[in-house]
Every structure is written in C-alpha cells, then in structure tokens.
C-alpha cells in the first residue's frame, strides 16, 4: 500500500475509497467460502477484466502480484499431492484473486483516502473511539513502514561503504538505535502539537 499508487482517472479510480474497501471485502469473503472451481474461475476473469478497465500499465501490476506466485509455486504441489488437485487449485485461485484485488485497490486508491474512508467507518464509534486519533495512528503507520525501510537501507549502505559485512546483529543494532532516535523525534513533534496523550 505504501507508494504504489498509480494516478489514473479511469472509473475505477474515481470510485469512493469506502465503496471500493466494500466491495473488496465482499469480493474476497465471497471467494473465501466458494468451492467451486467454476464459479472461481469466473471470479478469476472478472477480476482480471478489472485491470484493464482500470488502464494500469502491465509492469505496477506486476510488481504487486508476482510475490504470491513464488509462493504458490512452494505451497500448490505439497496442497496437491496432500489433498488433490482440486484443492490445490481451489486455493490457489483464490489467493491469486485477494491478492490481486488488494493490488486493485491499492494501485487506483492514495493512502489519504484510505484513512478517510477508515475515520468515516469509526465516526458512529465516536462515543468510545476517537476517529481523528485513529486516523492519525494510521497515518503515522503507514508513514514508518517506508521510514523504516529507508533506514535499513542507509545502515546496509553504510555498512558497505566501510566494508563492514558482519552478523544479523551488527546490522540489527544500528537499525534499531536509529528507528528509536526517529521514533523520539516523532514523539516530540507530536507532543509541540498538543497530542500528548
């Protein structure tokens, strides 16, 4: 979800974040009960005639779908030899068809609309939950997954700048002074803006 967002006006696009993270929902619950395969192959077109109508290049697709088939090429032959083919099948396909529905609404949707949607679901919670501090703990959640990212990435950088190639726990240590001195900052920031509770 984070930075793949691919801009776009088509239709799929333009649909409300809500209605799409619902229908993601129902799509995949759907896909998650159903045995046939008929129906999942069904399922399975259908969701492939959405990209197109989408108008996403091949490429951001598949960058977001590739992953699940290193699995699958893992997990399908110990399903079929364990329970048959059709169970391997069966879930294979439906893996492929969450994934790549998630990959959907993660390439037409930004992260902004995401917590948008997310904050409108909790207003009738308002009573016992604080949607604006959810969203807020979202936001920043979502902000360090790529934070975090970029500091490994320094830290492994640096490391062969100097030549260093040592233990899980040499690379391991950096990483986490740096995340906790990011971590301070963050908190600090949060505090000078009155969100010190």
Not at 78 to 93: D, H, K, R, Y
Not at 121 to 145: F, M, N, Y
């Amino acid at each position: 979800m984070i930075g793949v967002y691919h801009p776009g006006t088509s239709l799929v696009h333009r649909a409300p974040a809500l209605l799409k993270l619902g229908l993601l929902a129902v799509f995949v619950t759907v896909v998650a009960v159903q045995t046939s395969l008929v129906v999942l192959g069904i399922a399975a077109g259908v969701t492939a005639l959405l990209f197109p109508l989408a108008r996403l290049p091949f490429g951001a697709v598949w960058r977001q779908v590739a992953p699940i088939l290193w699995v699958l090429a893992f997990v399908v032959p110990v399903q079929w030899i364990f329970s048959g083919w059709e169970a391997a099948a069966t879930m294979a396909i439906r893996l492929l068809i969450a994934v790549a529905l998630a990959a959907l609404y993660t390439l037409t949707t930004p992260v902004t609309a995401t917590l948008d949607a997310m904050q409108l679901l909790l207003r009738p919670l308002r009573r016992w939950v604080d949607a604006d501090r959810v969203g807020l703990a979202l936001a920043l959640a979502i902000r360090c997954v790529p934070l975090l990212a970029e500091i490994v990435r320094e830290v492994v950088e640096a490391r062969k700048a100097r030549g260093a190639e040592g233990s899980v726990v040499a690379l391991a240590v950096p990483v986490i002074v740096r995340a906790l001195q990011t971590a301070d900052h963050l908190g600090e920031a949060l505090i000078a803006r009155g969100f010190d509770d």
